[in-house]
């Protein structure tokens, strides 16, 4: 089992449920933080779901109208993904929201048992 900590960002170019992050079938991760940044001189109404692998399911996590210039944590408390599960993103305006997920990758690959 290995450790690793990372970084997924992703520029939301439209107004589409945009995939984050998917965590590898062979792994599992603890999130520290999702964070939402609003580099527009408007307010941009923003939202996060986690997409759960063993449910085929999306739930909604985070809702907000993020300020103009301005950035906020979608997950203060952290979250837990199993295999294949993701963190998938949308705002209502295109090319002015960047999303960064903060996490540790935990590998199962040669676990024994």
Do not use: H
């Amino acid at each position: 089992m290995t450790i690793q900590y990372k970084n997924a960002t992703k520029s939301l170019g439209d107004t589409n449920l945009n995939t984050v992050l998917t965590i590898s079938t062979s792994a599992v991760a603890i999130v520290k933080s999702v964070y939402f940044s609003n580099s527009s001189s408007g307010s941009i109404l923003c939202n996060a779901s986690l997409r759960d692998s063993s449910a085929s399911a999306d739930t909604e996590f985070f809702r907000d109208t993020i300020t103009a210039s301005t950035q906020v944590n979608a997950a203060p408390q952290g979250l837990n993904l199993e295999a294949g599960d993701a963190i998938k993103a949308q705002a209502a305006t295109a090319s002015k929201v960047t999303v960064v997920v903060s996490y540790a990758l935990i590998n199962r690959e040669n676990e024994n048992g």
